[in-house]
């Protein structure tokens, strides 16, 4: 990791009315106790900052996980969960400016470095990825449940072979490849669907190891 990366990434100087985030990739034993209402936390040896396991574990994953090619790309933005009736809406965010941003502009979005760091900053549910072409996600939806992958899913992974992830909610799976398609595809009675551009996904780092660790061009899989 070159100096001035994502280490720069959790500084120890916030405003008084901002939570202070830990700088966890200089903490190389963090020391872990139990606050007042019994959660696990982290606190870091050289700032006395603190944060949840949790999170941490989360940070982890994204920073070790996520596709290098990914993470090149201007293309990050936080997110924040809203409710909506029995269920929450994923709310993308603009890390820079605190505010809503926009899937289809480009000018509020931001490097995953900064995403990263001012999604924890800021308190918010984690980061997201806004596709332009090439890059192609499939979304399959309630495919997991009792930790089994459904057998259609398991062939739609196979098929594709390419970065693959589990969503935040854990019942779902995210494939992230390359391809050329003019539309977005739904396909409602599997909760399939695929978009290249004017939609984002959020990512959890949570990768699914029988498959790549990298990205490849499926256009002709995506197509058939």
Not at 20 to 32: A, C, E, G, L
Request: charge should be positive; include cysteine; hydrophobic fraction near 35%.
């Amino acid at each position: 990791m070159a100096q001035g990366g994502l280490r720069k990434f959790f500084s120890t100087t916030h405003p008084k009315s901002r939570t202070p985030v830990i700088n966890f990739t200089k903490t190389r034993k963090p020391k872990d106790f139990l606050n007042a209402t019994g959660e696990l936390r982290i606190i870091c040896f050289k700032t006395g900052c603190e944060m949840s396991l949790k999170r941490r574990v989360e940070m982890d994953n994204l920073i070790a996980n996520i596709p290098g090619e990914l993470k090149k790309q201007k293309s990050w933005v936080g997110f924040v969960l809203k409710p909506n009736d029995k269920r929450f809406d994923k709310i993308p965010m603009n890390v820079m400016m605190g505010k809503p941003a926009k899937t289809n502009d480009p000018n509020t979005w931001a490097d995953f470095e900064t995403a990263l760091n001012l999604s924890v900053e800021r308190n918010y549910s984690g980061i997201g990825f806004c596709f332009t072409p090439p890059y192609v996600g499939i979304d399959l939806d309630h495919c997991v449940k009792n930790g089994q992958i459904a057998p259609y899913a398991l062939g739609i992974l196979k098929a594709l072979n390419s970065y693959s992830e589990y969503s935040p909610s854990g019942t779902g799976i995210h494939i992230i490849c390359k391809g050329n398609i003019q539309k977005a595809t739904k396909i409602t009675n599997i909760g399939l669907e695929i978009y290249a551009r004017g939609r984002f996904f959020t990512f959890t780092g949570e990768r699914l190891t029988d498959y790549p660790s990298e990205i490849f061009d499926r256009t002709s899989e995506i197509k058939n």
